[in-house]
T-cell receptor, first 111, second 114 residues
Framework: GDSVTQMEGPVTLSEEAFLTINCTYT??????LFWYVQYPGEGLQLLLK?????DKGSNKGFEATYRKETTSFHLEKGSVQVSDSAVYFC??????????FGAGTRLFVKA | NAGVTQTPKFRILKIGQSMTLQCTQD?????MYWYRQDPGMGLKLIYY???????DKGEVPNGYNVSRSTTEDFPLRLELAAPSQTSVYFC?????????????FGEGSRLTVL
């Protein structure tokens, strides 16, 4: 069945460091891919998305490219800030009713 | 733009009590969901609905019930609360149109069962 695997956390970085959170997927169809972010004490919110191969989603300095050949959608940011501390979820949607989530990766950014 | 609204935000229940978590969305979305998130964990799907009058079980439905009498409302009922139901509950809906598959989440309802 469809699945999402993302790197385990927590990830601890210093401010202005480069961030990569790996996400790979298996899917039988042509999924849309998403990154959601959950700040402390809040619900999840969409960070970025990509709906077809080679699409790049970007938002708030974060980027992720939909790579069909490697079935990946890695999240990157060139310079993290303390305010980026959160839990990040990779997810796929193949249509119908169901979204498949990864387990989430907690990011801590130190000043 | 209210989006998805959940109430209450916090609740403490005693073992064996029952309660209903309310969820309302004003985006005219057909698909709605209830997830639970245990501390430090990911999301588990409890129930979902593809439209008014249609609901179905997710991964962890035991101990819960739902109804969907209108497009806007999707309440989650906890019967005979147990400590294992201590969790944060999120209601969500899926948009369509130019953003298929994008989930819109409520702020969550934090439930403690003692």
């Amino acid at each position: 069945g469809d699945s999402v695997t993302q790197m385990e956390g927590p990830v601890t970085l210093s401010e202005e460091a480069f961030l990569t959170i790996n996400c790979t997927y298996t899917a039988t169809g042509y999924p849309s891919l998403f990154w959601y972010v959950q700040y402390p004490g809040e619900g999840l919110q969409l960070l970025l998305k990509a709906t077809k191969a080679d699409d790049k989603g970007s938002n708030k300095g974060f980027e992720a490219t939909y790579r069909k050949e490697t079935t990946s959608f890695h999240l990157e940011k060139g310079s993290v800030q303390v305010s980026d501390s959160a839990v990040y979820f990779c997810a796929l949607y193949t249509g119908g009713f169901k979204t498949i989530f990864g387990a989430g990766t907690r990011l801590f950014v130190k000043a | 733009n209210a989006g998805v609204t959940q109430t209450p935000k916090f609740r403490i229940l005693k073992i064996g009590q029952s309660m209903t978590l309310q969820c309302t969305q004003d985006m005219n979305h057909n698909y709605m969901y209830w997830y639970r998130q245990d501390p430090g964990m990911g999301l588990k799907l409890i129930y979902y609905s593809v439209g008014a009058g249609i609901t179905d079980k997710g991964e962890v439905p035991n101990g819960y019930n739902v109804s969907r009498s209108t497009t806007e409302d999707f309440p989650l009922r906890l019967e005979l609360a147990a400590p294992s139901q201590t969790s944060v509950y999120f209601c969500a809906s899926i948009g369509g149109g130019g953003s298929p598959g994008e989930l819109f989440f409520g702020e969550g309802s934090r439930l403690t069962v003692l």
